[in-house]
Each structure stands twice: as structure tokens, then as C-alpha cells.
């Protein structure tokens, strides 16, 4: 399984972005899919997380009401919509599948797949 993160750039505080996350093999639709971050000199975080069916979506506490997570099974993608973003939101994006956990979770050893992370950084 390979995670294909893209999406990521240079935005202006309030601004925003959407990431994508293309999986490939043909059991897409039955991962969990998380999305973390980790800024320079900090631990990696939970960011939001969706289950295998899309029926159910989990976010951090500081994304809440700002990021949307949804997923596409047809297209192998699982997508992270930010708004209204803020500069202690620059990071590096990862995106992670699990066939553990498929109702999802915030826990990042639940993941079994993990993409090469894109970059997200926002100016003040």
C-alpha cells in the first residue's frame, strides 16, 4: 500500500488549502484514514480521521470547525479541507491508513500506512 499526499503550499493566514491523499491497491475502501501533522521541533499531532465507511469523522480539538475530512472511495482519495487557517497551523501533513482500526482513530499506532507528508505553511 502507497500514500501519495499532495496538496500543500504557501498561504496567507485565513486562507486555505486542501490536501488529497491518493492510496493505491484496491482495498482502499476498507481503511480508516487519519491525517497528522508535526511543525519543527514538536511531536506529531492528530489532526482528523475518517472511518472506512465516511460514516464517522474525528478532529483535534484545534481544527475543529475549521477542517473538514471526507473521502472519496472511487477515487482512492482521502481529502482534508482547511479554512480559515492560522500560522500554529504550518506543518508537515501526513496521511495514514488503517486496516486495524477501521472505525478510525486518534491514535497514530493504530496506522499501518503512512505517506511522505506534505508541506503547509501559513503566513501571518
Known amino acids: 500500500v502507497q500514500l501519495q499526499a499532495s496538496g500543500g503550499g504557501l498561504v496567507q493566514a485565513g486562507g486555505s488549502l486542501r490536501l488529497s491523499c491518493l492510496v493505491s491497491?484496491?482495498?482502499?475502501?476498507?481503511?480508516?484514514m487519519g491525517w497528522f501533522r508535526q511543525a519543527p521541533g514538536k511531536e506529531r499531532e492528530f489532526v482528523a480521521a475518517?472511518?472506512?465507511?465516511?460514516?464517522?469523522?474525528y478532529y483535534a480539538d484545534s481544527v475543529k470547525g475549521r477542517f473538514t475530512v471526507s473521502r472519496d472511495n472511487a477515487k482512492n482519495t482521502v481529502y482534508l479541507q482547511m479554512n480559515s487557517l492560522k500560522p500554529e497551523d504550518t506543518a508537515v501533513y501526513y496521511c495514514?491508513?488503517?486496516?486495524?482500526?477501521?472505525?478510525?482513530?486518534?491514535?497514530?499506532?493504530?496506522?499501518?500506512?503512512w505517506g511522505q507528508g506534505t508541506q503547509v505553511t501559513v503566513s501571518s
Open positions: 495514514a491508513a488503517s486496516d486495524t482500526y477501521r472505525s478510525g482513530s486518534q491514535n497514530a499506532m493504530w496506522y499501518d500506512y
Open positions: 491497491g484496491r482495498t482502499f475502501s476498507s481503511y480508516a
Open positions: 475518517i472511518s472506512w465507511s465516511g460514516g464517522s469523522t
